[in-house]
């Protein structure tokens, strides 16, 4: 059974840090597609960083210079280093596994078939 779970949410003043991770088991990180996307209450989950099959990594133009994601095959677990946070960073985070080759930047939520359950992240102003 696979299984994917996320930590490291947690309340934070503008400005500050945050690392997630997202532990896989059940399942090896390798050569899928993986990623992280945000939902912010009352709207649709957007794909904020992601990987892809040859490991290029794409992100959001909001997050570009801010976040980074990357995933340790050894300890098989996906991060993402949140810095210089926004309020408008807010919301549910959640990682995902697509379980195939997929070489699309930021691809869309419908390319997933693995999700973690969300960890949540709060930026305060």
């Known amino acids: 059974q696979v299984q994917l779970v996320e930590s490291g949410g947690g309340s934070v003043q503008a400005g500050g840090s945050l690392r997630l991770s997202c532990a896989a088991s059940g399942y090896t990180y390798g050569w899928e597609c993986v990623g992280w996307f945000r939902q912010a209450p009352g709207k649709e989950r957007k794909g904020v960083a992601a990987?892809?099959?040859?490991?290029?990594?794409s992100y959001a133009d909001s997050v570009k210079g801010r976040f980074t994601i990357s995933k340790d095959n050894a300890k098989n677990t996906l991060y993402l280093q949140m810095n210089s946070l926004k309020p408008e960073d807010t919301g549910m985070y959640y990682c995902?596994?697509?379980?195939?080759?997929?070489?699309?930047?930021?691809?869309?939520?419908?390319?997933?078939?693995?999700w973690g359950q969300g960890t949540p992240v709060t930026v305060s102003s």
């Open positions: 990987v892809d099959s040859d490991g290029r990594t």
């Open positions: 995902a596994a697509s379980g195939v080759y997929c070489y699309d930047a930021l691809p869309g939520p419908a390319l997933y078939k693995y």
